[in-house]
């Protein structure tokens, strides 16, 4: 309407104003930002729906010529007349449809890279097959670093999402803020892989991907808290493919039900995808339910880097790989070929704990140092460790600590504790290390760079978890003696259990404070690692 008779409709007395009134009151209504982005908002609206109004006309105009031309050959093939009816109506359409026609190139030519196959390492090809003809619509995918599960996984779901344009998409984390960088990020890479990143918007800014000639959308969404998950409602059609990765993380059978029941109201009709390193304890509860799935017969599917081109993962990949074999089989059969090596519920399982001698620290030199803040009741904690690569080696052989210690404090008992002679019999020398530290607290950081201390942020966001697995695959030797707060959280420590009684895939918070120091003292060796076994380019 114009804006005088919307405001008379909206607000009916006002048919009793005089005109330029009722023009006044109706144009500084309309100036209002909301109702400005409100009407623009309907405007667009009413614009999409012209367009699937059109898109209806053409194909009753198609449908209309395909008839004609029929009637046109069966009159003519009987009587050898024209049924000039039919042969009009086919006219008229088929003018009608002229300007939407396309050469028989353009038609063969496909809407996205045809050889779909060549992206996907040999062991995926079944899996693929088995899910696109929707034989199996819930698909368990376990794999070590390099395996391309979730390559895969990306690639299956914007496939699905091109071949039906009625359907959209849901990809589905334990935490919110790993998303970005790992499935989304895996998503964008999927879209340019297959060669339609044209036709998606990709913002930085929402986790949400649309394609522009559809409107389907490709949801993203955290569930810290499963009690709050909300479904999600598409504008039209509905959620045709779910990926959930990292898979282990979640709390149980129970609690993975439970969130996709909510974001997907049921969810009966989507083809359903779980991505997840197997957890390094067999008694986790994903261990246990894949077991339990292959004993009642179904199919549980796995990969390794091995089942995939060794120039998708490069030279230096390959012999990482191998390196690690031979130094550390365990540590290799766990992240590569993403086997469950250790037992029970402990987070710690391949720690010694013994004696560190004067003699072994007056040859350190590769030592690291950190700490973690804190002041009641939580303390703060400093541990300094000998780092040996070759052999995959920590030696952690001093600690500090205590509550209600300031910064200034902090500092002169972490010099203290770096101070010793730089040769027998020589004057005692305060070493500045570096301290890789909690990064809660850049103010305190500050004060004990000003105190002489080379105190620096660990950068531990996202990477809790990838952290403590980096500790238990190596050796950790800790000094008992020297570390004893250290060595009774490391004793203590389990990984935690459902109300079920399940072991789970995550670490409780809490009365690991110098764990934490000593996570933060090699954070810079678990993101390096992380960055390299990354999905490679192109893989």
Partial sequence: MSQRKAYIEAYPTAARWKPETVDSKASHLMADAKVRARYEALQAEAAKQAVLSRARLLQRLDCLADKSAKVIDKVYDKDGRINFNAADALIKSTKELLPYAEDDAERNEAPFVADFALLLAPSFLEPHRIIQREEQRDMWMAGGRGSTKSSWASLELVYTLERNPDQHGLVMMRYKNQIRDSAYAQVVWAIHALGVQDDYDLPDSTLRIKKRSTGQMIYFMGCDNPNKVKGVKPPFGYIGFVWVEEADMFRGMAEIRKVLQSATRGGAAARRVFTFNPPRTKACWINQEMERRRDAGEPVYSSTYLDVPAEWLGEQFVQDAEELKRIDPQAYDHEYMGLPV????????????????????????????????????????????????????????????????????????????????????????CHRLRVLSDDANPQHIAAQRAEGVDARAAGKGGLRMNSYEWLASIDWVIDPVRCPRLAKEVREMQYEQNADGEWLNSIPDGNDHWVDAARYSVMDIVRRGRKAYATPEGA
């Fill in 342 to 429: 250790g037992l029970g519920g402990d987070v710690f399982d391949r720690v010694d704990f013994r004696e560190v001698t004067d003699e072994e620290i007056a040859a350190f030199d590769n030592i690291r140092c950190g700490q973690d803040f804190g002041w009641w009741p939580d303390p703060w904690a400093f541990v300094a460790s000998e780092w040996r690569p070759g052999e995959r080696m920590l030696l952690t052989y001093a600690e500090d600590g205590g509550n209600k210690l300031q910064p200034d404090e902090q500092a002169e008992r972490i010099k203290s504790a770096l101070t010793w002679p730089d040769a027998e019999g020589g004057e005692a020398v």
